[in-house]
């Protein structure tokens, strides 16, 4: 390994001289490097992310995996059939961003998936279709349209499709921040998927999935959230109701025409894992959001509806299915049709804990 030190010149810096190359070169030789050279980069004005604005198409996407589906298997050893999303500011890395992982996974009719764990938190959210079950400790869950599920990290888990259909959704990981911590382990379960019942709802729904309500039996704070599926029906009832209450001139929106609601951890109100932080926001007709910064990084997809989303300089038109990314401190816009659905996962809850998060929101909502 070397370390090459290249002098800036400019105000504050010293001035050249053969003594000043002799100490860099001894610098060098010892793998040193003076902060006085690297201090813009160290440390600029605001953040300077790697990732880029970046959007990917479900039109494009959806029919590679299925050819994806028709030519690689799912077994042992590839685990699953998952298609990573790559940024291109990330140097071909198969990261959406430097901290979050984000995929399609694609599952064949009467296909199985085998059960394995991994101390990165994980998590499905289904833009279409049903008839696939993950099972997570055991515990079969069912995945359908709108639900937001949850592997949290060191959880056996497999996925059994039990249709004559095939099935696609998008996995959410923290992969690459666990990868640059150099914290992970993983752990092959069964080959087969341990329980391969379809039951309506799964054990952990039935114990913690009613609102406002928890079971006495356990009080202890988790740290990842124990319900296993947040459904549709509710997201959308929350959704709904904020809109209509606003409607009735009471509070409860983010801002004018945005509802938004946060999935949470029952047993300490935060969020659903210390490394990821999930949302889902509705826009009304005709709605443009606030420009807002935020330190971290995020990734959405329109889960329905069409509408105009501006990254920083870049802008597209999404619809269903689509996802982009938002970088750290890029501001991000978007600007409804009709009415837009869409789900958000971010690394927030990272930067909560450093005491490094900052956000900062401009326009006529702020």
Known sequence: MTVSITPTGG???????PELDELYRGFEKELL??????????????????????TWRWDALLPLAERAGDLVPVGRGGERRAIALANPGLGGAPYATPTLWAAIQYLRPRENAPEHRHTQNAFRFVVEGEGVWTVVNGDPVAMRRGDFLLTPGWHFHGHHNISDEPMAWLDGLDIPFSHSMGS??????????????????????????????????HTEPLPNSPIAAYRWEHTDAALADQLALEDEG????????????????????????????????RLRAGTATAT?????????QVFQGTGTARVGEREWRVGRGDLFVVPSWVPLTV???????????????????????????EGPHQ
């Open 11 to 17: 105000p504050g810096q010293p001035d050249p001289s």
């Open 33 to 54: 490097v003076p902060l006085w050279t690297e201090i813009g980069d160290l440390m600029p004005a605001e953040p300077r992310p790697a990732a880029v604005p970046h």
């Open 184 to 217: 992970t382990f993983f752990e092959f379960g069964p080959d087969r998927v341990s329980d391969t019942s379809a039951p309506d709802r799964s054990r952990s729904e039935r114990l913690w999935a009613h609102p406002g309500l928890r079971p006495v039996s």
């Open 250 to 281: 009471h509070p409860g929106v983010l801002e004018p025409g945005h509802a938004a609601v946060r999935f949470t951890n029952p047993s300490t109100g935060g969020d659903v894992m210390p490394t990821i932080r999930a949302e889902f926001h």
């Open 292 to 300: 807002r910064r935020e330190v971290g990084s995020s990734v959405w």
């Open 335 to 361: 600007t409804s049709d009709g009415e837009l659905d869409l789900f958000r996962f971010s690394d927030t809850p990272i930067f909560e804990r450093l005491n490094a998060d900052r956000v900062h929101v």
